[in-house]
């Protein structure tokens, strides 16, 4: 049917709707998602940026324009908590299953969580990369690599947000919905986005080179700052392709399953 | 002279209804592990009925709710809802019914306009019909005057309002309703069931669950009665009663000598000392009492009072579903209660 599509867009857009008139009336929500990586860029510049500019042979403006892009990858992490909330306060509160009793577009539900946070996250975005330029961040970015930036920032906040809608799934509370995504959270500083991995014991250093999040911080440092990105690139838009898929299929399976009362 | 032909009572006092049912369903089983949570439901529901399904806590109605809507699969069996296989064709069957279940299903952060909008996108009105079928539903269920305030902000009776408002945006052909009433007040109550009386009477079927004897008693067609997962009973409320051969006549006396003889008449009565009153079993109707007053009068026998007790909801109730074990509907002892009236 050629209408399915048409559907499909319709019913992720009304969805899409109801979570910015959310996202609008308590701005707080999302808003406290910019505020982590604002505070962690303070705290990592001031309070660590000599000592850790230092130990990598420069000093705190270098370390910003090293931190900066880290916490930019951090930001969309961070972001991925207010998805996991939404999906299992609206799965706990019933109106889930009026959605689910709808002859409604199944993926339509997720789809319009997903745009709606991925929206969020890229305005937080915006705000953070603006503080980090009030700090006196320089990039050596043309306008092109800017947008590449963007266009990476996006695909991975896709990625993000795609697993989180099935954790907050499978999560019985609001509460504990709040805290699985601490994990996605917690990675980016076991890899590059703070100080180069291959400075961190062996063990950890192997697991930080091989984790998902250090190729998209090299592959951003290397657009916003100029450094080498070589395969990092393609590596971490196979890492955001399958990462997406998987969220997808296991929110789709979960959709279809789960019910709570 | 053209003939007359009578219409056929569409309440079925046992016929079967000619027009295709909007519900039929034959041996839904489901079970979680080992529990088996129904066991075998065979459900017949004509179109523009209501149909209430009785049963205690955890006898299985939300359950039966949740297949026939589409939110779970049944483990065996097969339904048919507004003419579609659930299992085939859920989408058609979400296309024609409405569900409000247990706990008001609506968005708290929206208003209640917002809410019904909301539903009138997901249903592709278009925007002018939309509009319009909220402004309509608010109205009609008396919280137009709240329509901008957060539904967060309601009240009990008012969430299950908006609640249903929602379900109706569609105009749905079957409206499922799990416990519609649980925790609301009486008058919230009553409004609730002049809204289903509407909604049958603008050719809607309503499939209800309810603990609620009276409320299966005031708003449905029929009543089937489950228990333990399965249907224990199957009628209008006036037939499950008849089953309780429960029926008496209680005379009463304040002289004891005069009870003494009337227990000498009527040897097979069952005999409460203490009140001085007789229990004749007979099933209240008129020429039953009339001969009963008969031989009352011929063997100049003055009573001091009677009253009829015909076996209400509960009673029928008690008896299918025993006293909370579960044993088999037909091993379980006779209950009738007395009722003052």
């Known amino acids: 049917m050629s209408s399915t599509l048409g559907y499909a867009v319709q019913d ?225 838009l196979a890492w955001c392709a399958g990462i997406t898929l998987i969220g997808y299929l296991w929110s789709r399976s979960l959709f279809r399953t789960t019910t709570k009362r | 002279m053209p003939s007359f032909v009578m219409p056929t009572s569409r309440k079925g006092d046992g016929d079967p209804a000619p027009a295709a049912p909007a519900i039929a369903a034959t041996g839904l089983h489901k079970a979680y592990g080992e529990k088996t949570v129904l066991d075998g439901i065979d459900l017949r529901i004509p179109a523009g009925s209501v149909f209430a399904l009785l049963g205690p806590n955890g006898a299985g109605k939300t359950t039966t709710v949740q297949i026939l809507s589409t939110l779970i699969a049944a483990d065996g069996g097969r339904a048919e809802v507004a003419g579609h296989d659930i299992d085939s064709a859920p989408d058609a069957v979400r296309a024609a019914i409405g569900v409000t279940g247990q706990f008001a299903a609506l968005d708290d952060l929206l208003t209640a306009e917002e809410n019904l909008l909301l539903m009138a996108d997901l249903l592709r009105l278009g925007k002018r019909e939309g509009r319009a079928r909220a402004r309509e539903l608010l109205t009609r269920f008396g919280i137009a005057d709240v329509a901008r305030k957060r539904a967060a902000t309601f009240s009990g009776g008012m969430r299950r309002r908006l609640d249903l408002a929602m379900t109706l945006v569609g105009d749905p052909r079957v409206i499922f309703l799990d416990e519609p009433t649980t925790g609301l007040d009486p008058r919230s109550r009553r409004t609730m069931w002049e809204t289903v009386r509407e909604l049958v009477a603008g050719g809607t079927t309503v499939f209800l669950t309810t603990q609620y004897l009276e409320e299966a008693d005031q708003l449905a067609d029929r009543i089937a009665v489950l228990d333990g997962g399965r249907i224990v009973a199957e009628g209008t409320a006036d037939e499950l009663k008849a089953r309780i051969p429960g029926s008496h006549v209680r005379l009463r006396f304040t002289d004891p000598e005069e009870y003494e003889r009337a227990a000498g008449v009527f040897s097979g009565a069952a005999r409460d000392e203490e009140n001085l009153a007789l229990r004749v079993a007979g099933d209240g109707g008129l020429d039953a009492l009339r001969a009963l007053l008969d031989r009352l009068d011929a063997s100049g026998i003055r009573a001091d009072g009677f009253s009829v007790h015909t076996p209400d909801l509960d009673d029928v109730f008690l008896t299918l579903t025993g006293h909370g074990t579960a044993g088999t509907a037909a091993d379980t002892p006779l209950h009738v209660k007395e009722t003052l009236r």
């Open chain 1, 12 to 236: 992720s857009m009304t969805m899409l709707r109801r979570n910015l008139k959310h996202a609008i009336r308590y701005p707080a929500v999302g808003l406290g998602s910019a505020l982590t990586p604002i505070l962690m860029l303070l705290l990592f510049v001031y309070a660590f940026g000599d000592s850790i500019g230092a130990g990598m042979g420069g000093d705190r403006d270098a370390y910003l324009e090293y931190l900066t892009p880290g916490i930019l990858i951090m930001g969309v992490a961070s972001g991925s908590m207010s998805t996991s909330v939404a999906v299992c306060s609206d799965m706990t509160e019933g109106i889930i299953n009026r959605f689910r009793t709808m002859n409604i577009t199944r993926s339509s539900f997720m789809t319009g969580h997903v745009l709606g946070s991925v929206l969020g996250t890229m305005v937080c975005l915006v705000l953070v990369v603006g503080f980090a330029l009030a700090l006196g961040f320089r990039s050596s970015a043309s306008p092109l690599q800017w947008l590449a930036a963007a266009g990476l920032l996006t695909a991975i906040a896709f990625a993000v947000t795609w697993l989180s809608v099935p954790l907050g799934m499978i999560s019985q509370t609001v509460e504990s919905a709040s805290n699985k995504p601490l994990l996605v959270q917690f990675l980016p500083f076991l890899g590059s986005a703070f100080v180069p991995a291959g400075s961190m014991s062996p063990g950890l250093s192997w697991f930080a080179e091989n984790q998902p999040f250090t190729p998209m911080t090299e592959t951003l440092r290397g657009l916003l700052t100029g450094s080498e990105i070589g395969a990092d690139g393609w590596i971490s």
